[in-house]
């Protein structure tokens, strides 16, 4: 099933189908950080937000398709200074139909190779600490948790702790 799965990079052509996309993602996981009908982007300012993301060399995002629709993505976001320059903070969504199936693998294994050749030395993320299939995930590809934000986020009348996770590249 994986082979039928496109990695790419974004394009600003793309900007309607992938405001979809994180709206789909919204709307079926209570793990990404907009609520379902919250993300206030329209397909120009996200046209816009593409387009300023890849004017950055350490900025990307990629995109996971299958049957022409979009399953997924892999936002890395740089830091804008010389002191970060080499960390980039990353944000990750697929679709719930397909989760498990090596995509979110084959996602951070495109971001890697992207990161070695921009000579970018961290990746970091945060996670929901009760995300166990993420936490899974990230552990896999060698994250390591470096400390817990306590009451990071506030979910359906309760407060919520995020992992802050990392991996070093060499």
Not at 89 to 116: D, P
Request: net charge neutral; proline share 2%; with cysteine.
């Amino acid at each position: 099933m994986n082979s039928l799965v496109i990695i790419r990079e974004i394009k600003e052509s793309d900007a309607e189908e992938f405001l979809n996309l994180c709206k789909r993602i919204d709307a079926e996981t209570p793990y990404m950080m907009f609520e379902p009908g919250e993300r206030p982007t329209t397909i120009e300012d996200q046209r816009d937000e593409i387009r300023d993301i890849l004017s950055r060399d350490n900025q990307t995002i990629f995109i996971a398709g299958k049957d022409n629709q979009l399953i997924g993505y892999l936002a890395a976001y740089g830091g804008r200074y010389r002191r970060n320059r080499q960390t980039v903070y990353i944000v990750a969504g697929i679709l719930q139909g397909f989760t498990s199936q090596g995509v979110g693998t084959r996602l951070f294994e495109q971001l890697e190779e992207w990161a070695k050749k921009r000579k970018i030395h961290r990746l970091d993320l945060a996670v929901m600490v009760h995300n166990e299939a993420a936490l899974a995930l990230y552990r896999k590809i060698g994250f390591e948790i470096e400390g817990r934000k306590k009451h990071s986020l506030f979910i359906n009348d309760s407060y919520v702790d995020e992992y802050w996770m990392s991996k070093l590249l060499t």
